[in-house]
Every structure is written in C-alpha cells, then in structure tokens.
C-alpha cells in the first residue's frame, strides 16, 4: 500500500453515518424498507410500555409472578415479548429487604424487548462505573433513598444475560386493575433507579 | 480483554445527569445509525462478540469522548472492512461523496 492519500472521516458524524449507509445500499447489504420499519419499530412499539405490562400482571397474578421469577424468558414470552436483546432474560424482584439495581459495566446491555432502548445516562460511563462502586449514591441523584436495613443488590448486564426489576407494588392500588396497574409502572423503576409510586 | 471500556469502579467520571422526558433518538443520524446496524447485524455478516471487540478497540480518549452510537458507527465501519464486505478506498470514497454533496 503505497502513496496512498488517505481520506479523513468527515468531521460531522451525520454525513459520516449517511456515508456508511449509502455505501451498505449501494452494496445491497441494507434496504431502504426495513430499515425505516426497524426505526418504526424501536421508536414507537417496543418500549418500556412492555415491561410495565409485565410487572402489572405479576402484581395480579401470583402464578404468574412465581413463573416470571423462576424462568423469566418463557414468561414475558407469554405476553408475546421477546427476541433481539432479550434471548435470555432473568428477573429479580425489590421486597421490603432487597433493592435491585441493573447496570452494564462493559457495555450497555439492557432489556431491550421489555424496556426498549436504554437511554443515554444508561450507556454513558459515570453510571456504569458508579453504579456498582456507590449504588447508593447514585440512588440519591435519581432522588432514592434506600434504608440502610435494605441490601441492594446490583446486576451487571452481560451480552447473553439480561435483567428487569419486578418493584415493589405500593400500598393503595389493591383494588386496581392491570392497566391501571401498569400505567403506574415506570422505566426506571424497572432499572431499579426509581420506586413505583402509588396512584 | 480489560481496556477503557471496562468501566465498573472507575473514579472522576462525575455525575450521572439524567434527561427527563427523554426521546428515544437524539438526531436524525442515531435513527439511521441504529437501523443500518440492526439490518447488518440481522443478515449475519458478523456477531455480537465481534461488534462489541471493535468498540473495545477504539482508542481510549476518543472512546470516553465519543457516545454509544458513534462507538456503532466506529465498530459498523470497522467490521464490515474485516469482513470483506467493502473496502477502505470505498468507505473514503463514500466520504468524499457525502462531503462534496453537502458543499454543493
């Protein structure tokens, strides 16, 4: 390779993107379709909606709950979730004892097909290098205060093994149904960053 | 292997700074880097191990200095060259086409 004049990236990373995409069409290795049907998708059907109809039916189910806590995979499977980043889920489950937390040290593996993409303080590196040395400081920046008496537990995410929180219901929503239930559901809290607050 | 991508402990990152109401994309560009990966890497053209191998990679001031989804444009870039499926002077040359149309 001799004399070769390298060309340099363009600086903005928008063409830079648009460069690689027009080269991965113009190979045949991409269509325009499916690709418009992925954003689809991942912007506006799956998202965290879907954990939260998991939590709200393990809230409601105790059968359910107890197959969702030891197999988690065949279980949200039956609420027709799963697939890309979620091939083998386990979840772990906050009680009045234990606080779980999830992060991904590595990387940014997170439950995709339950909670969607992970957002950016997820991926971004204080999180991931704090989560698992002072959870309980980075609890109190998301405004969770865990008792000392509480164990937290922190999960870290690996490529084959995702996590999801099951919260703790709050006292009050006895007599609700399960849509009620998982409108009250959040994404962090199924991260474990947040508590579910009653209605 | 340990790199800059290993994280967990590390001191002086500073807060964590959550975005409330926070969109799933960020730009135009995310939506189209995220899709041009998911279509890739569902064609089998190479795996998760190797994906993530080429972020590791990275250089790593300008892996902390750079955020997740242009780690996927570095690793997109890199594997498919390691992969055959084209080559640097073809990348260059898609650069060169995307930065004279945007001059035009």
């Known amino acids: 390779m001799a004399d070769h004049d390298h060309t340099e990236p363009p600086s903005d990373t928008a063409l830079r993107v648009k460069a690689l995409e027009s080269l991965l069409l113009e190979k045949g290795l991409v269509e325009a379709d499916t690709l418009d049907a992925l954003i689809q998708l991942y912007e506006h059907n799956i998202g965290p909606q879907n954990g939260a109809k998991v939590v709200a039916r393990a809230w409601s189910d105790p059968d359910y709950k107890a197959r969702l806590l030891a197999d988690a995979t065949p279980a949200i499977a039956e609420l027709g979730f799963g697939g890309v980043q979620g091939e083998d889920m386990v979840v772990v489950e906050n009680t009045s004892e234990v606080h779980n937390l999830l992060v991904c040290t590595l990387c940014s593996c997170y439950p995709w097909p339950v909670l969607g993409l992970p957002p950016v303080w997820y991926k971004a590196a204080p999180y991931r290098a704090r989560a698992v040395s002072e959870p309980r400081a980075v609890l109190k920046e998301f405004g969770v205060e865990i008792r000392d008496d509480v164990e937290v537990r922190v999960w870290d995410s690996t490529a084959e093994l995702r996590y999801m929180v099951l919260p703790e219901r709050p006292a009050g929503t006895e007599g609700l149904g399960e849509d009620e239930l998982a409108a009250l559901v959040t994404r962090d809290s199924m991260i474990g960053v947040a508590l579910v607050e009653g209605a | ?104």
């Open chain 2, 1 to 104: 292997m340990n790199g800059i991508h290993d994280l967990g402990g590390m001191h002086g990152l500073g807060p964590v700074n959550p975005e409330s109401d926070e969109p799933v994309f960020h730009a135009e560009w995310e939506r189209r880097m995220f899709a041009v990966l998911m279509a890739t890497f569902a064609s089998g053209i190479y795996n998760v191990d190797e994906f993530r191998h080429a972020i590791e990679n990275m250089a790593p001031a300008e892996y902390l200095a750079t955020s997740y989804y242009e780690h996927w444009l570095h690793s997109l870039e890199q594997v498919m060259i390691d992969k055959g499926q084209f080559n640097r002077s073809e990348l260059e040359a898609a650069w060169s086409n995307v930065t004279a149309g945007e001059a035009a």
